[in-house]
């Protein structure tokens, strides 16, 4: 059964951090490269970014050098570090296959605020 399923979401103030997690079906996780989307209101859905089953990482330039993406292969899991957050980070994430997205999780809510 495919599934993606998110957490680690939270309110935070701006200039904090959260650490995303997700688990996804072994089926899912072995065969390609995974990655994390946002989708702010009244916003399209963004890939914000993605990690090669080999570790290379990519990432939009909204948080290129303040987000982390990891995954961890033996428990199919992949995680999103997220630092100095700010208020335009506020979105529900989701993981998924980068470029190519399959069902969606729930997803997870962030909201930075002061």
């Known amino acids: 059964q495919v599934q993606l399923v998110e957490s680690g979401g939270g309110m935070v103030q701006p200039g904090g951090s959260l650490r995303l997690s997700c688990v996804a079906s072994?089926?899912?996780?072995?065969?390609?490269?995974m990655g994390w989307y946002r989708q702010a209101p009244g916003k399209q859905r963004e890939l914000v970014a993605s990690i090669t089953n080999d570790g290379r990482t990519r990432y939009a330039d909204s948080v290129q050098g303040r987000f982390t993406i990891s995954r961890d292969s033996a428990n199919n899991a992949l995680y999103l570090q997220m630092d100095s957050l700010q208020p335009e980070d506020t979105a529900v994430y989701y993981c998924n296959l980068p470029y190519t997205p399959i069902t969606w999780g729930p997803g997870t809510q962030v909201t930075v605020s002061s």
């Open positions: 072994e089926i899912i996780f072995s065969r390609n490269g």
